[in-house]
């Protein structure tokens, strides 16, 4: 044997010792469509994974809810039959109860509020109560403030949102704010809204700017108010057994790709919420920008003491106050 086909032998391999090492491949997904904040987050985490890890790990990404909506792959990564899913907290609750503080409205001031608050103590705190679930919680990301669209009626008050149907995310906390603000509630996984809306069997829907764009709710909704009523955070959640099977080096890979993900993530948000009402105008939706937001707090008193209830005022004060 030359010389040469030794080394070309042997080259062919170690490559094939080297893609037999690359074959642990994971999966992701997300409800929205790739061209969206959370398209940008996992196209961002799959890239960081793949590069800190040399290679031996590849996270294959889905779209468009193509594995099932948020609640679906959640519990699928609880089961185990998929490793990994970004997801806004909608469905969270449901799996781990302690997340559902943040889901209260008007509960931040902004986004850079929300962000610190997510970075810091209390959001490292709530990461932790994900394990004992099932689950290891990377990192929070972002979905956004919430909009309210409908086909019916602008709204500029409360009073305007009574008997509206709309499509709620499948949260109590949320669907306890809404019926208190005169809402006929129906909740339902993302990747059915555009139908519903479409179809008329509900008359608006509420979610973050990055949303209705990427999801061309433009298309089947006239009226959008800017209530900025909720904020909605989204997180990277893996299987904890999965997780734990990891080396040292690659699990610290893993988060710190979350990280990555995240920035890319909130970086895209702010680009969608800057350009997002001049779009959503250009594309024929009446925008109501000048929202009363202090009448929506007053209108949701008694929904926010059953929250103070539920979560202990402390609580709700400790992330209200925190700087």
Not at 48 to 65: D, I, L, S
Not at 288 to 317: C, M, P, T
Request: with cysteine; aromatic share 8%; glycine share 8%.
């Amino acid at each position: 044997m030359k010389l040469h086909q030794l080394v070309l032998g042997m080259g062919f391999a170690f490559g094939l010792m080297a893609s037999a090492a690359a074959q642990t491949t994971m999966k992701i997904s997300i409800s929205t469509s790739q061209n969206s904040h959370q398209g940008v987050a996992i196209d961002t985490f799959a890239k960081e994974v793949e590069k800190r890890t040399a290679g031996r790990y590849k996270v294959q990404t889905f779209y468009n809810g193509a594995l099932g909506g948020e609640r679906e792959s959640i519990e699928a990564v609880q089961l185990g039959t998929q490793e990994l899913a970004f997801s806004s907290t909608g469905p969270v609750p449901n799996f781990v109860p302690e997340s559902k503080i943040l889901d209260v409205p008007f509960l931040f001031r902004d986004k850079a509020h929300a962000r610190a608050v997510l970075d810091g103590p209390i959001g490292q705190e709530l990461l932790t109560k994900f394990e004992p679930k099932g689950f290891k919680a990377l990192a929070w990301a972002e979905n956004g403030f919430r909009h309210m669209t409908n086909s019916k009626r602008a709204v500029n008050a409360p009073e305007d949102l009574k008997g509206l149907k709309m499509r709620t995310m499948e949260n109590p906390v949320h669907i306890a704010a809404y019926k208190a603000l005169g809402i006929i509630t129906t909740p339902m996984a993302f990747p059915e809204v555009f139908t519903a809306l479409q179809q008329g069997t509900v008359d608006g829907q509420e979610n973050p700017l990055s949303v209705i764009i990427s999801a061309k709710f433009d298309q089947v909704q006239k009226n959008l108010s800017l209530t900025g009523h909720v904020y909605s955070p989204c997180i990277f959640v893996m299987n904890k057994a999965v997780f734990d099977k990891l080396s040292a080096a690659d699990k610290q890979a893993f988060i710190d790709a979350a990280k990555e993900g995240t920035k890319a993530n909130r970086a895209r948000v702010d680009e969608d919420d800057a350009k997002g009402v001049a779009d959503l105008r250009g594309k024929g939706m009446n925008v109501v920008d000048n929202v009363d937001k202090a009448k929506f707090v007053a209108a949701l008193a008694s929904a926010n003491a059953q929250f103070e209830k539920d979560f202990g005022k402390a609580n709700l004060d400790r992330i209200r106050n925190f700087k």
